[in-house]
């Protein structure tokens, strides 16, 4: 069965930086959760940061908090175990969180936590996708069927 990794966040787990969830009501991700295919996983948690944490933006070539933080290492490890899952489910396809340091795959924040947004992608986005691993948002989720009909043949 072809496996599909997800940003548990879209899942209902409360696992964001301020302790929330942003669950999706997508019809397609309750059918795949009915088929058995979601992988869920949180980079940011799975890389050691605690829930709740303080908001972080990329700046440069670094992951910081508001008051400077630096907690690239924490994003890095976490992007590397998403990697790890994903090729120990030979998983091909990720559903990641839009704007995340860590799941953003068209926008992060600019770095300066005014909630504005620039062309991006976080660090687990890019090396899912430097692996050959077709990263789509949550806002993408009918292209991610298609491209999910097309890997099966369908």
Known sequence: MERILVSSCLLGARVRYDGRAKTSDSEILTRWRAEGRLVPFCPEVAGG??????AAEITGDLVLTRDGQDVTGFFTRGAQLALETARAHQI????????????GSHRIGDGTFSKTHIPGAGLTARLLSRHGIRVFSEDELPAADTYLREILGK
């Open 49 to 54: 940061l605690p829930v709740p944490r303080p």
């Open 92 to 103: 091909r396809l990720a559903i990641l969180k839009e704007g995340s340091p860590s799941c």
